[in-house]
């Protein structure tokens, strides 16, 4: 008999998150793992490389709200790079910056700047997936081991996807379905608190879960990667935007989105298009020097106060100007939703209804000095789509900025 059942990971498990909370905040479906040819459990950690991993960590700490659970670095015998791992929910961000003065770290930041370097992934059966990605064509970074501490041991393996980034998978978990280790993170970390003691009536936590994120390529590029992650990974089509639904006067771009069988991974995979100008993603290639992570969707259950909070530390959002809010034609679209709209244009969040309910989102400006990785906020309700109906508004907003930096 088949297990079509959606189950908690451990991460969500540790998180406090229920079921039913995760099926709103990131659109969870039950699937049969067991036909499955590279089955996928979840995301496990996202792995930034950055200039200064220690301000990187305290920032993502004070503006961001996440908690510091674990470090490698120095002190714990590795003497290339400091190591700070963060959570959020069942978000786990591994911030990395090159202590040694040779560490290749250092080159990657010259050449990209801060970003997404491994788009780490849980996986049940660690070898079944690298058979299956080698006998496809995958590249294999990183073959099948074993990591051992005193807390117990995780199974690892690297294959390369767009650009730079790679996917880490990792196993946590024996054949009986138990957890294999206790630690912090890794063997080679180490449980780290913080200094940082948040503002009184900082809620615990901004937001809950990862929904999506989403990769740049090189134009003609885009169907190759969709390819590469329905044949490899066993990832299934989720939706495509081409022609008049993702393009301005002066810019446009095309996306299709795939995702794992259960929909807890996804990765609208977007090229850019023919336009007058520049477009967001052509900007995106030049200054990352190539393909990459280009936005982290933060699912949140209260994005309002999150943008509050968010912005009251310092981060900027994209602005939205009023008439999308003055809009008949929006108001009608989105009928009643939980907030009102004046709350909404107050803080320029962004709604979108479909045939399954309707979304809140909103976009941070960029997080670093190059204008390239930034992040999406998104509250879901009901709607399994990525704001298709606020494709023009997000990219004219983008285009404002562009301008503003000489770029468009």
């Known amino acids: 008999?088949?297990?079509?059942?959606?189950?908690?990971?451990?991460?969500?498990?540790?998180?406090?998150?229920?079921?039913?909370?995760?099926k709103q905040l990131v659109g969870l479906v039950p699937y049969d793992e067991s036909s499955d040819v590279f089955p996928v459990t979840g995301w496990?950690?996202?792995?930034?490389?950055?200039?200064?991993?220690?301000?990187?960590?305290?920032f993502y700490q004070s503006a961001f709200g996440m908690e510091l659970i674990g470090y490698s670095g120095p002190e714990t015998g590795n003497r290339d790079h400091k190591a700070f791992v963060l959570k959020s929910g069942s978000i786990r961000f591994v911030i990395k910056g090159g202590v040694d003065p040779d560490s290749p770290l250092h080159d990657h930041v010259r050449r990209h700047g801060d970003g997404v370097v491994d788009i780490s992934l849980e996986v049940p059966d660690l070898n079944r997936c690298i058979e299956h990605a080698r006998g496809i064509g995958a590249t294999v970074l990183q073959e099948p081991e074993d990591l051992t501490d005193e807390h117990g041991t995780v199974r690892v393996a690297a294959i390369a996807t767009y650009?730079?980034?790679?996917?880490?998978?990792?196993?946590?978990?024996?054949?009986?379905?138990?957890?294999?280790?206790?630690?912090?993170y890794l063997p080679g970390y180490v449980k780290r608190t913080s200094h940082y003691v948040k503002r009184d009536g900082e809620p615990k936590r901004l937001f809950q879960a990862l929904d999506h994120i989403v990769g740049n390529v090189e134009l003609g590029k885009m169907d190759e990667w969709v390819e590469f992650y329905n044949k490899v990974m066993g990832f299934v089509n989720m939706a495509e935007f081409i022609g008049d639904d993702i393009a301005t006067d002066y810019s446009a771009l095309m996306s299709k989105v795939v995702a794992n069988g259960n929909h807890r991974v996804k990765f609208?995979?977007?090229?850019?298009?023919?336009?007058?100008?520049?477009?967001?993603?052509?900007?995106?290639?030049?200054?990352?020097?190539?393909?990459?992570?280009?936005?982290?969707?933060?699912?949140?259950?209260?994005?309002?106060?999150?943008?509050d909070h968010m912005r009251a530390h310092g981060i900027e959002f994209l602005a939205t100007p009023d008439s999308y809010y003055e809009d008949p034609k929006l108001r009608e679209r989105i009928g009643q939703v939980r907030a009102p709209i004046e709350e909404l244009q107050k803080r320029g969040i962004l709604v979108d209804r479909d045939e399954d309910g309707y979304l809140l989102q909103i976009f941070t400006k960029p997080v670093q000095d190059r204008p390239t990785v930034f992040f999406e906020l998104i509250e879901r309700h009901g709607s399994l789509g990525f704001g298709k109906g606020n494709f023009k508004a997000l990219f004219e907003a983008i285009e404002r900025e562009q301008e503003q930096r000489g770029n468009l």
């Open 268 to 307: 609208p995979l977007n090229e850019p298009a023919v336009g007058k100008r520049k477009s967001q993603i052509d900007e995106y290639l030049e200054f990352y020097r190539g393909p990459g992570a280009q936005h982290l969707a933060l699912a949140t259950n209260d994005i309002i106060s999150t943008v």
């Open 1 to 22: 008999m088949t297990d079509t059942v959606v189950h908690l990971t451990d991460q969500e498990r540790e998180a406090n998150l229920e079921l039913d909370q995760l």
């Open 163 to 184: 650009g730079e980034t790679r996917h880490t998978l990792v196993q946590r978990k024996g054949a009986d379905g138990k957890s294999t280790y206790s630690g912090p």
């Open 44 to 58: 496990d950690s996202i792995h930034f490389v950055v200039g200064n991993a220690t301000q990187t960590a305290h």
